[in-house]
């Protein structure tokens, strides 16, 4: 029924950037926040930032002064801009949602992923 679909990821030199992108669709009664994980090749999947309905917005400390979580309401959409990128900063990135969708007369809360889009950053 809810489907999150990223977009924007890739390989980009260090230094660069990229803009990450995450729409939700589906019967979607309302998203109380949305935001971003990643992770990396042996590592466990970490929050990178998240914004809520309201506009508050959670960075990892790795994230801070460099990413901008950002959201469009009225699409369903989150994005991630990512600047002055690091090699550690190579990681599937999963978009993330805590939304009510609409199930029959029962609706229905719960937390839903993306399927994941590759960030790679390397000279």
């Known amino acids: 029924q809810v489907q999150l679909v990223e977009s924007g990821g890739g390989l980009v030199q260090p230094g660069g950037s990229l803009r990450l992108s995450c729409a939700a669709s589906?019967?979607?009664?309302?998203?109380?926040?949305m935001g971003w994980y990643r992770q990396a090749p042996g590592k466990q999947r970490e929050l990178v930032a998240t914004?809520?309905?309201?506009?508050?917005?959670n960075y990892a400390d790795s994230a801070k002064g460099r990413f901008t979580i950002s959201r469009d309401n009225a699409k369903n959409t989150v994005y991630l801009q990512m600047n002055s990128l690091k090699p550690e900063d190579t990681a599937v990135y999963y978009c993330?949602?805590?939304?009510?969708?609409?199930?029959?007369?029962?609706?229905?809360?719960?937390?839903?992923w993306g399927q994941g889009t590759q960030v790679t950053v390397s000279s």
């Open positions: 993330y949602a805590d939304l009510t969708y609409t199930s029959g007369i029962y609706p229905v809360r719960d937390d839903y």
């Open positions: 589906g019967s979607i009664f309302s998203i109380n926040a």
């Open positions: 914004i809520t309905s309201p506009g508050t917005t």
